[in-house]
């Protein structure tokens, strides 16, 4: 049977604390907070003693003592054990060694970017990199910080890993945007055609056909486009209720005004409690 190794990076967490010094969970969680763990590692309190417990039952960690003090209740410490110690050596080993697929929001933004106009992106994109310079004035501050304080940086390599992370997607983002407004992003002329202005089905494929062979567009990346630009014509042909797409990918319909006396009204195409989750 294969290793199961933990998932949850609290349980990486856990593990390197207690090989430092057997500790009780309350002690887990305020040790992390003070090293500010929580800026890279999602720490709740309910979830450490979820995490604790189940290093416990894996025999990751094991109970040494229970001890109380004055009338505050019992606290449970724990230490690692040999087999914890190994577990901990080669899930480090592993993760710095070999890089893993993340699946990140904005890359699936980007792979669906032509949903959005090319004007809107270069606005959103914009909205972005300020955003993205604010994080790495925000990391450089706290790398300043702890210089300040006499911290080593080996303590607090993460925040400089963020902030080399924001760099180069600043970088990626300038680039796109200019490659957007200058027009000289490979497809432009497609992604054009995708939002044209005709509303007759047949138009609509034409528009998107012309532009895919001026710009030499062949094979299964030209299919995909076709495809997709036929499922939509389909829709508009077929039912006024047909749509190719799943129903939260549907524009919404807009917000009716607030009845009389409702202030709050009904939610609008933007409220997030409208969006799928999974």
Known sequence: MAHQRPANMLALAVLALLNERPMHPYEMSTTMRERHKENSIKLTYGSLYTVVESLARGGYIRARETVREGRRPERTIYEITTAGRTELYDWMSELVSTPAKEYLRFEAALSMLAVLTPEDAVRLLTERRGRLMLQIEHARAG???????????????????????????????????????????????IWDAIHTRETEPD????????????????????????????????????????????????????????????????????DRSRRPTT
């Open 143 to 189: 790398e300043a910080l702890t210089v300040r304080e006499g911290l080593p940086r080996l303590f607090m390599l993460e925040t400089g890993f963020v902030s080399a992370l924001a760099q180069a997607e600043l970088r990626y983002v300038d680039e796109l945007i200019k490659m957007i407004s200058e027009r000289t992003l490979d497809g432009i002329h």
């Open 203 to 270: 138009r609509i494929r034409d528009v998107v056909v012309r532009a895919l062979r001026a710009g030499g567009h062949t094979g299964s990346a030209a299919d995909a486009v076709l495809n997709t630009t036929e499922r939509a014509i389909a829709a508009q042909a077929g039912p006024a209720d047909a749509s190719p797409w799943p129903a939260w990918e549907q524009p919404a319909p807009p917000a009716p005004s607030a009845a009389p006396g409702d202030a709050a009204g009904t939610p609008g195409p933007h």
